[in-house]
């Protein structure tokens, strides 16, 4: 059985422009101890639909419209308040893409360390420090008691997100949502960011849900991964079959634009156009303006994620129809 079993969940804004499908019915799940990449540009739903399985998304304007989301049996997308509440931050938690806003500025890093003790443990404030203290050397800052004292602006970007990490990982989760761990830090802290996740998640034997645009992220660190755009999966493979045999032109796109894939001094691919307006609504495959195979078919139809072999799933009708 699952961890996590997410079906149809359909996650909408309405403004005043319109309604923005952010989310438009995706289902997905997640195995113990395994790593879940979810990839795609900026707008494309990643973030949103995570926030959605917390009750972090702002209501209004945002409303979940549909689907369900089991965890462990209980369906997150229908607790209230404060059934959910006992399983954010204890059983599930996550590191925010931007730990500078994540972290409260008014209240010193071993405050906001020990907090989720305290409310979900209910351990005594010693004990609590103790724990902390620990934490806070497990993720490679030292002089961990000392530190404690101090407050955010007095870290580094790249200890902040240590910080973030130190803060989802003290209570043991099952499972870690890291949304974008590695935005704005050099290449050097990301793959210490990076290695120091692996290491927590084998340690503690946690499933791992990774958001990221960076295709070179997903190829390091996961077993299988959803490609998103528009709302919508239109790709879904374990991570080698992906890299191996992209089966979607979204996907295919997404790894032709990687440096690594060109040679040096080589002008590098960019996908033409822009994302689609997502409180218009979208006839066909809504990839099709930016698609170079994109054909009079792609404009009929949302075309449906389909098994094409395996596990692999597409929602392209060429890929499905054997024609790539």
Request: hydrophobic residues 40%.
């Amino acid at each position: 059985m699952p961890l996590l079993s997410v079906e149809n969940l359909t996650t909408h804004f309405h403004t005043r422009n319109g309604v923005v499908r952010a989310v438009d019915g995706i289902s997905y799940s997640i195995e113990k101890g395994q790593t879940l990449g979810i990839v795609g540009e900026s707008g494309s739903g990643k973030s949103v639909s995570c926030y959605s399985l917390l009750g972090l998304i702002p209501t209004p304007p945002g409303r979940i419209e549909g689907g369900t989301a089991l965890f462990d049996g209980a369906d997150l997308l229908s607790l209230n308040r404060r059934e959910l509440q006992a399983i954010r931050g204890q059983r599930i938690s996550m590191i925010f893409q931007d730990p500078m806003t994540a972290l409260n500025p008014y209240m010193s890093i071993g405050d906001q360390l020990t907090e989720p003790l305290r409310v979900h443990e209910k351990m005594a404030k010693a004990q609590a420090m103790d724990c902390a203290v620990e934490a806070l050397e497990s993720v490679g800052i030292q002089d961990g008691a000392r530190r404690m004292k101090d407050f955010p602006h007095q870290y580094s970007g790249g200890m902040r997100q240590r910080v973030m990490i130190a803060m989802a990982l003290i209570t043991k989760p099952d499972l870690l949502i890291a949304d974008e761990p590695t935005t704005a830090l050099d290449v050097t802290v990301q793959a210490q960011i990076l290695d120091l996740i692996k290491k927590m998640q084998r340690e503690l034997g946690m499933a791992v849900i990774l958001i990221t645009h960076d295709m070179g992220v997903i190829a390091a660190m996961c077993d299988r991964v959803l490609v998103m755009y528009a709302g919508r999966i239109c790709e879904a493979a374990n991570a080698d079959e992906l890299f191996g045999a992209p089966r979607h032109p979204y996907a295919k796109a997404l790894m032709a634009s990687m440096p690594s894939a060109h040679e040096h001094g080589e002008e590098l691919y960019t996908i033409p156009g822009m994302p689609p307006d997502l409180s218009e609504t979208m006839e066909g495959c809504p990839f099709a303006p930016r698609c170079e195979r994109a054909d009079e078919r792609c404009t009929v139809g949302a075309p449906a994620l389909e098994a094409l072999e395996g596990s692999h799933l597409s929602a392209c009708i060429h890929a499905q129809a054997g024609e790539f």
